[in-house]
């Protein structure tokens, strides 16, 4: 494993221990909760509430990491992941939609201060569900400006579709994770939940796990990406 890789592994565990150390220190589980408080009075429909919710925060530009991390917070690493990945991929295709619709002029316009962009509408018009997927699992813009750019290249909706499905997965697990495991530290630290060794154990087992594999992913599908699109702009012909 390449220490660069190693450093970033490091650090997101790092990272995420000083998010848990923090549920100790201030409140950030009382914050979640009340930001999420009003889930149980809305029942069976607490997942689909919150789910749509992602559609307006990208098309507003809104971290969908925060949104993430609630619904693990929320809902538990399960029903948390697929609220926020159903969320976030709807929510992905409507920032799509406007790309290639009413913001078209805007967004080409920006896009056009970047080389590199040009390189990607290239390859997008060659390989667009394998480009998709790729910057999906390790992207070269912020999540919410790809979901506009994309709506600008030659990308089929389709292909967008599917590939984001399957590209955003990975990071919806971990973040999902990260906030079902504030949640369940909060729950013990306050002494209102009981855990034994082997589950606590299990569960940031776990959690670890999903980081080293998210990382280990996102390296294999850089790479992968830079021997298809050029890292400083168009040199030649995708291969």
Known sequence: MKRSTLLRIVGILLLG??????VMVVPVKQQLSSFVEWGPGL?????????????PACILFVPGSILTL???????VVRGTLTAWLGS??????????????ARGLIEERLARYPRFRAIDQAVAEHGFRIVLLMRLSPVLPFNVLDYA????????????????????????????????????????SGRVESGTP???????????????TVYVTRIARQALARVVPPHGPTGNAS
């Open 150 to 189: 994309f709506g600008v290249t030659r990308v089929r909706f389709r292909d967008h579709f599917l590939a984001s499905a399957i590209g955003m997965l990975p990071g919806t697990v971990m973040y999902a994770y990260v906030g079902s495991a504030i949640k369940q530290l909060g729950d013990l630290t």
């Open 43 to 55: 029942g069976m429909w607490a997942p689909v509430v919150f789910g749509a919710a992602y559609i």
């Open 17 to 22: 221990v000083a998010i848990l150390l923090a």
């Open 199 to 213: 589950q606590k154990v299990f569960f940031f087992a776990g959690l670890a796990a999903t980081v080293v594999v």
């Open 70 to 76: 609630a619904a693990g917070f929320a809902f538990g």
């Open 89 to 102: 991929l709807f929510g992905a295709s409507a920032a799509f939609l406007l790309g290639r619709t009413l």
